[in-house]
């Protein structure tokens, strides 16, 4: 072929793990909630930077630390990482990977999370606990978007490789791992259940 792919963005979907999921995600949308009805100082900054929704993103962002639940579930995603950072051909030889932030998401109607990165990591995700049907996705952006100046647009039938965003369905289950500078958004839930999400990042050293 005349024509190779370079600089390919990659992105990781996987269950947590083969079986036993329900029984996880029912205590873990337990604590969710427990930590909505707990947490304050988060639905205060909710109030004002997450309308209609809940993030523990900036009062409670390290619940691996001091929660068994939490804890047990940063084990699992750990081993998703490892494999997913394998792939990109990361040099992790004598180095530790850790989980550093840790954080809540529950999506109401309406509730809507806007274009953003994940400074400071190198490895991103998101894990699914609560996804009715018709709920919003992950949507993710071309990170070369801002530099195609004069370019035409696309045709209608794109191939999947060249589209400037796809969006990945919310499943429940299901660990969605990406590199954290990858911009991505979560459009509003339309529907009328809540949407509930795990979000983590990792650090390297």
């Known amino acids: 072929m005349p024509i190779k792919a370079w600089f390919p963005t990659f992105i990781y979907v996987e269950p947590l793990q083969p079986k036993g999921l329900p029984r996880i995600n029912d205590d873990l949308a337990d604590e969710c909630h427990q930590l909505r009805d707990y947490d304050d100082a988060g639905r205060a900054w909710s109030t004002k930077n997450y309308p209609g929704g809940y993030t523990s993103y900036a009062s409670m962002n390290q619940l691996h630390a001091f929660s068994s639940t939490f804890g047990n579930l940063e084990k699992k995603l750990t081993k998703h990482v490892r494999a997913y950072a394998k792939h990109l051909d990361m040099d992790l030889r004598g180095r530790s990977i850790r989980m550093t932030d840790c954080w809540v998401n529950i999506m109401p109607p309406t509730a809507a999370h806007s ?87 990792y650090a390297w050293a």
Do not use: Q
Request: proline content about 8%; some cysteine.
């Open 115 to 201: 274009l953003h990165l994940h400074p400071n990591s190198f490895i991103s995700g998101t894990y699914y606990v609560r996804t009715p049907k018709g709920c919003s996705g992950l949507k993710f952006e071309d990170p070369r978007l801002s530099k195609f100046m004069a370019a035409p647009p696309k045709l209608p039938t794109v191939r999947d490789e060249n589209r400037a965003y796809t969006t990945y369905p919310a499943e429940a289950g299901n660990v969605i791992l990406f590199e954290s500078w990858l911009r991505h958004e979560v459009a509003a839930n339309r529907v009328d259940e809540e949407r509930i999400s795990i979000s983590f990042n």
